[in-house]
């Protein structure tokens, strides 16, 4: 019975060390226009963050939205529904309140299942936490499906 207690409190942690990483949005428009697909906050102890991507995932181009601390983006590694992926290179240093460039997905609009960011921390002296938003762009050109 204590060893069952104490997997459940650990795994309880573990849940609510991930829910406070990632909130996921649900996209619910297909409206041609930039959604928000999700965010994270980026705390220096990892570097690197997955975003599940939910609801109307249909996307031609992603970029980023940070704030709160500045962040080295290296990297983002878009998973689709299909199963493949694309290496998008982000390497850039985004400043507060800054934007990365756009990136384009391979293959017009794509189903995105989710996001996964690689970064490097940097150091600061106000303990401030990165937040970082990842915008889709639709542009209702393509659909069929993928």
Known sequence: MRKIAMFLA???AGIVGIAEAQVPKVVVS???GWHKIGETTVDFKKEKDEVIVMGADRFATIKFKVTGETIDLISAE????????????VN???????????????????????????????????????????????????????
């Open 78 to 89: 878009v998973v689709y529904e299909s199963g493949d992926n694309q290496l998008v290179a």
């Open 10 to 12: 650990l795994a309880g």
């Open 92 to 146: 850039s240093k985004i400043k507060e309140a800054g934007d990365s460039r756009e990136f384009n997905l391979n293959g017009g609009e794509r189903d995105v299942k989710k996001i996964v960011l690689v970064y490097k921390t940097i150091a600061n002296s106000t303990n401030k936490k990165a937040r970082v938003e990842i915008w889709g762009l639709k542009t209702n050109t393509d659909t069929s499906s993928n």
């Open 30 to 32: 297909d409206k041609t």
